[in-house]
DNA sequence: AATATATATTTTAATAATTGAAATATATAT
DNA sequence: ATATATATTTCAATTATTAAAATATATATT
């Protein structure tokens, strides 16, 4: 492969990964439109659905951060009723964050704004792009 | 459509974009990799690369924050003789942003991580993903 | 059982990043 | 000329994040 044909690589994968972020932030933004919450808020959500609550620790890697700022954080959304703290019977050093029953309501209702067909849509092709993606990474 | 069908097509969606949230991150991670650069400078390295430098405006609405932000962020990469400011001659109100021939390098020296085999995947597999995201953002 | 060491989270003071508003500079319209 | 609009910078105030100490619980050692 020629020198010219690696700078063109990198330059496609340059545009095309800005683009993925592009798209993959729109969709938040599109998820969070007239909500009050931040896209690092509303992917916690999202996060803590998923993995049915997850440990301080845990949402402190995620989202690369200290420990502090985790504290932080979830006082912000225990605030708004969204998550509670539930401390860990078997080990109770631990703390795990989990949606309180509004936050699993205000989840539910992010994706009331998307048709059926859209949301059918949707979860195929994202799958799709996964099972792509894992080709690379 | 079942309300049962719906609700696990949220599910999927849910989890699918974080996965491909998390599998961008993971790449800007590895580029970065050995760099004393945050994330978002990195992305504003390379978002300059493939744009030829932007307005500062531009970059405001890139990462959503206000005329003040952009003005820091790029002091500091222009303080690391990564960034320089232009100012437009058909419009001296404008400044654009651009790479300095320092920052030119260190956007290709990122990439010789990888091996000419890896960029060709990525590059195919980057695109791909794209043209099948375009069919629902 | 008592003590030491390790782990998980919170607290707090200091630092860094971001905002909102005013200031500066240039452009455009009347 | 003058007024209005746009682009960026400056700056004081707010907000977020860190690093380190404090608190609470667990585990290992003697």
Same mark, same amino acid.
């Given at each position: ?9 990198v330059?496609?994968?340059?545009r095309?990964m800005l683009? %993925?972020q592009?798209?993959s ?6 998820l969070?439109e ?6 690092n808020?509303? %992917?916690l959500l999202l996060q803590?659905? %998923?993995?049915?609550g &997850?440990?301080?620790t845990?949402v ?6 200290t420990?502090g700022?985790?504290?932080s954080?979830?006082?912000?959304l225990?605030?708004l ?5 539930v401390?860990e019977n078997?080990?109770?050093r631990v703390v795990? &964050?989990?949606?309180?029953k509004?936050?699993? %309501?205000?989840v539910q209702?992010?994706?009331l704004?998307?048709s059926?067909d859209k949301?059918t ?6 799958s799709?792009?996964?099972q792509?993606m894992?080709?690379?990474f």
């Open positions: 492969m020629s020198k010219d044909d690696q700078l063109h690589h330059e496609i994968i340059m095309e683009k %993925i592009q798209k932030k729109m969709f938040v933004e599109l969070s007239g909500e009050s919450l931040s896209q808020q509303l %992917i803590l659905k %998923i993995n049915d &997850m440990k301080a845990e402190a890697d995620f989202f690369s951060v420990p700022a985790v504290t954080m979830c006082d912000k225990e605030k009723d969204l998550v509670q703290r401390r078997e080990d109770r795990k &964050m989990v949606l309180t509004n936050g699993e %309501i205000k209702n992010l994706f704004k998307f059926q949301l849509d949707m979860a195929k092709i994202l799709d792009v996964n792509l894992q080709e690379i």
